[in-house]
């Protein structure tokens, strides 16, 4: 891996905390992602399961972790079932976990080869009375793959039919959102990387450059700071390219007084950053458009000062509602009977935004987290509004991260990244 060992204690208290839900003689199992083929040899790179990186640090294909805190032997209240490494693997795929490397890497001490694992699991099995299988429950999962987990809960459940069936799910759900102290600063790696790419590019940008010229600027300094590269799939978008919200083509050349909506963050050791800034092609906002901007960045602004302890997800995004209507009202885009007459399930305001505000970030960008419950210190949220006029050509948007306290404002952790526009300016014609 590029990124620097991780502290195994992370994981030895997230297993702790998971063991702490459970219930009596029960075990928990979690798997490795697969290694997808494209076809005839080609496969594309390897991306581990949040899950079990997030109770393991294991960052390798092939592994299971079992977790059964009440196992008559102490030895395998903890295990993890590695892919055996041998000389030929080392020549041809590169160095393997050891079962000494494993154990320093998680602080799991009991360590199999894979090739025991059903040996193994039929001994557990025979001791406990319930199986915790690993399922996707995010609110945005639309997963139509059979992945590794799948299989082996359905070989699972096949071979050990009369035992209890649990979810680890929820459990994860609340484990996830709450960000260990040693998180926050992986995350805090993960902005600063993508804030030297941000910087990097403001000194880059002019009228004609095209929009993967931009992404290959933005990758190589990812790169050059030990990150795998974009934390989810970047979006650079010119003109009204902007005003397609999933816009990834990123294949157009960019013009003189045109905007550019960067969507782009890095990774670092699995963890996502998510950036959004809008800045002019030639370094200067036309006055239309600092106004569309300042109005943006207000409603950031105030949105970000509601994300406190207690909080609803689902109201706060009723407030953050208020405050554009009446931004949208000061530039014109909307007038008192687009209010009076909106429908009440589709507000007047979407017309020019459309998506929510804030969503929960971590080791996924779109994160664990149960919106229904009430926000808590320690989670770490997007604040993103954002205005798009397809009629004038361009849309904006602006994004940080920002961590909720136990009282106060939330800490941004990419308040060093710039965002007003006269500081873009300055930056981009220095």
């Not at 706060?316 to 009977?337: P, R, W």
């Not at 997007?382 to 939330?410: K, M, N």
Request: hydrophobic share 35%.
């Amino acid at each position: 891996m590029k990124y620097h060992p991780i502290d195994r204690n992370l994981f030895i208290k997230n297993r702790k905390n998971f063991a702490s839900q459970m219930k009596p003689n029960s075990l928990a199992v979690f798997n490795s992602n697969d290694i997808y083929p494209v076809s005839a040899d080609s496969t594309l790179p390897f991306a581990q399961h949040r899950d079990i990186f997030y109770l393991s640090g294991v960052d390798q294909e092939e592994s299971i972790l079992v977790i059964f805190p009440d196992c008559p032997k102490e030895k395998h209240r903890e295990i993890l079932f590695l892919k055996e490494t041998n000389d030929h693997i080392a020549v041809w795929e590169g160095e393997k976990l050891t079962k000494e490397k494993a154990f320093e890497t998680s602080g799991v001490k009991t360590v199999y080869w894979l090739q025991d694992m059903e040996k193994i699991m039929f001994e557990l099995m025979t001791q406990c009375d319930t199986v915790y299988i690993n399922t996707n429950e995010h609110y945005r999962a639309n997963v139509e793959t059979e992945t590794r987990e799948d299989r082996f809960t359905k070989w699972l459940k096949n071979l050990y039919p009369a035992h209890s069936v649990a979810k680890s799910n929820p459990i994860l759900q609340r484990l996830r959102s709450v960000k260990d102290p040693i998180e926050i600063d992986l995350m805090q790696k993960a902005c600063n990387i993508t804030e030297k790419a941000f910087r990097r590019v403001l000194g880059f940008v002019k009228p004609g450059v095209w929009e993967f010229e931009i992404e290959a600027e933005m990758m190589h300094e990812f790169l050059r700071n030990r990150s795998k590269g974009f934390a989810y799939t970047p979006i650079i978008a010119s003109g009204n390219n902007a005003n397609v919200l999933h816009y990834i083509e990123n294949n157009q050349q960019c013009k003189d007084g045109d905007l550019i909506l960067f969507d782009t963050a890095a990774e670092y050791a699995n963890y996502s950053s998510d950036l959004s800034r809008t800045i002019p092609v030639n370094g200067k906002y036309t006055e239309r458009q600092k106004a569309v901007y300042n109005a943006v960045l207000r409603v950031k602004n105030e949105a970000t000062k509601m994300l406190v302890p207690g909080t609803l997800w689902e109201q706060y995004h009723v407030e953050v509602g208020k405050l554009m209507t009446s931004e949208l009202l000061g530039l014109g885009l909307l007038d008192k009977a687009d209010v009076q007459n909106e429908n009440p399930d589709w507000p007047a305001y979407k017309k020019y935004f459309m998506h929510g505000t804030s969503h929960h970030i971590g080791l996924d960008t779109h994160d664990y987290g149960l919106l229904h419950e009430p926000m808590q210190a320690n989670m770490v949220f997007t604040v993103e509004p954002g205005i798009y006029i397809p009629d004038e050509g361009f849309g904006i948007r602006l994004e940080d991260d920002v961590v909720i306290q136990e009282q106060g404002e939330p800490f941004n952790l990419m308040a060093n990244i710039p965002i007003e526009a006269e500081e873009i300016e300055e930056l981009m014609n220095s």
